[in-house]
DNA sequence: CAGTGGTCTAGACCACTGG
DNA sequence: CAGTGGTCTAGACCACTGG
């Protein structure tokens, strides 16, 4: 069962996507949706909260609330441009290559984070994805999921392409927010290949945890950038 | 003058960082709260609520508000942690050494993000910084804030060695979010003079926007990190 | 000046955690 | 079961933007 005020946020969020709102529009005021929803003003406003949150607007005191320009093509919690000029246009075909399929697989003795001891006993599901931005291979990433007993999925039934959505949809389990560290290395052998670049050409290497909404569930990644075309995008707060 | 949720934001905020509240801790619930401080229960949550985003608590549904482990040292939007260990120590000592005092510049003409009109033509105060970690040159960094008139303030006049809290209490400008890009690059030889590295060794480049709450102001940066001995860190959403 | 979003009050019912 | 945070109502006063 949804709340109302998940309701108006996805009415709103839809008008804005299919462009019946438009970038530089304003919204009905808040009072204005009070009425014509019959709602509470408090409820109104954290269904535009969570608007704001998502970057589709921004409000203004004494002014309304503003439709804002769309957001960049997103993968997972960020967004990937053209480098060329830094402001530049999004990749249009992206496309996912299964170097592994999902298999089940011990974390490694030194692995990237620190795990509790139950993820430790429960060892994780591993995926293993090239990325293709207009047939340029832009990033390399390893996925791990704590096995809390999930069936295993074959990326042949991934839901739209994507392991997040597959994970919201068949499992419920839904991103919240992750924490990333950042590094820069030069590519070795194996890397190297897999992006046809040379030994040492500089990547950009992330490690994220993403926290989700079942508390004590984290998913794990770690993934290499070949920014020489692309760079990655983030919003931060 | 502060409003009633900023108030005990700060009042539980401090006790956390004080340590008379340690992670594990439950706060006091919010019915506590209301009834001690004589709040609504939605001036209560709205403190609450900032708690959370700024990372010093989490809640649960039927357990209440429980304090989570200090972050780590953070520098703006980011943190720093040693890299051995991606989990490792934070940087003890840090220092920062100025290459070129503020001083007012023309925007380049190819400048990474897209400036408006407005920003062109008030031109731009530039500070250069070098970011000394344990006496290790780990970032450099050039700050861009239009020149909408500030009056040029000096280094030896900052607050707490920082330019965002010295914005903050001396004209009031405060930051709210921030959108970033990144990309790893060889080092060019002025870079790698700088460092101390040789020329091409690979460095994480980030491209910054902040955004503040004075309506369209924006601060720019543009900063090169050297990650052999500590990453970068960012929490998103 | 009328209208906007920001703060705040004093209530209510609910699903959830833990004893 | 009592207590928790999540949602929701129906009001109020305020500082701010723009005509």
């Known amino acids: 069962?949804?709340?109302?005020?998940?309701?108006?946020?996805?009415?709103?969020?839809?008008?804005?996507v299919k462009g019946s709102l438009r970038p530089g529009d304003i919204l009905p005021s808040e009072n204005e949706l009070c009425a014509n929803h019959h709602l509470a003003r408090s409820t109104v406003r954290q269904a535009l909260?969570?608007?704001?949150?998502?970057g589709?607007?921004?409000?203004?005191?004494?002014k309304g609330t503003i439709v804002l320009e769309p957001k960049r093509q997103s993968l997972g919690l960020f967004s990937i441009r053209g480098f060329s000029a830094i402001v530049g246009e999004t990749a249009s075909e992206t496309r996912n290559i299964f170097l592994q399929e999902p298999h089940h697989t011990?974390?490694?003795?030194?692995?990237?984070?620190?795990?509790?001891?139950?993820e430790k006993a429960q060892g994780c599901i591993c995926v293993k994805r090239l990325r293709m931005l207009n047939n340029f291979p832009a990033m390399l990433e390893y996925t791990y999921i704590p096995d809390v007993g999930l069936?295993?999925?074959?990326?042949?039934?991934?839901?739209?392409?994507?392991?997040?959505?597959?994970?919201?949809?068949?499992?419920?389990?839904?991103?919240?927010?992750?924490?990333?560290?950042?590094?820069?290395?030069?590519?070795?052998?194996?890397?190297?290949k897999v992006f046809r670049i040379g030994v040492g050409t500089p990547l950009l290497h992330v490690y994220r945890k993403y926290h989700t909404n079942k508390a004590g569930l984290f998913i794990y990644s770690s993934f290499f950038c070949h920014t020489d075309k692309y760079s990655i995008g983030n919003t931060l707060q």
């Open 1 to 16: 069962m949804m709340h109302q005020y998940q309701r108006l946020t996805e009415l709103l969020r839809k008008k804005i």
């Open 49 to 54: 909260d969570e608007l704001v949150k998502e």
């Open 56 to 62: 589709y607007v921004t409000k203004q005191k004494g």
């Open 106 to 118: 011990t974390w490694g003795d030194d692995f990237f984070f620190t795990l509790t001891e139950d």
């Open 151 to 192: 069936p295993l999925f074959r990326s042949t039934s991934f839901v739209r392409d994507s392991l997040f959505e597959t994970l919201k949809e068949k499992f419920g389990i839904e991103i919240r927010k992750a924490e990333q560290e950042l590094v820069a290395a030069g590519a070795v052998k194996e890397t190297a």
